[in-house]
Nanobody, 121 residues
């Protein structure tokens, strides 16, 4: 099982930029697709971006398309989520998790602590 640790969150003004990291332990990271999720207060957790194991396939939720970019570096066992043009509605705790394939499916692993992103207006 891959253990994932999210980092990079913070407080930013609307229109700003943040880059989140998802660091994995073990050497099987490259075998899994990775997805980023977020959960805002009082709302269900939602998937926002997916990247395939090799990085060739990426998918985004409509709410972040054109503003967020998911990427990964399998040599570093790390996935990233670059977030541009942030909006107050992006405020949430962000999590990463593994998937068998790059599809909007139930994630495989346990949830980590996540990283808080707060966008002020």
């Amino acid at each position: 099982q891959v253990q994932l640790v999210e980092s990079g969150g913070g407080l930013v003004q609307a229109g700003g930029f943040l880059r989140l990291s998802c660091a994995a332990s073990g050497n099987i990271f490259r075998s899994y697709a990775i997805a980023w999720y977020r959960q805002a207060p009082g709302k269900q957790r939602e998937a926002v971006a997916i990247i395939s194991a090799g990085g060739a396939i990426v998918k985004y939720a409509d709410s972040v398309k054109g503003r967020f970019t998911i990427s990964r570096d399998n040599a570093e066992n790390t996935a990233y989520l670059e977030m541009n043009s942030l909006e107050p509605e992006d405020t949430a705790v962000y999590f990463c998790n593994t998937l068998r394939t790059a599809n909007w499916a139930t994630p495989l692993g346990p949830w980590g602590q996540g990283t808080q992103v707060t966008v002020s207006s």
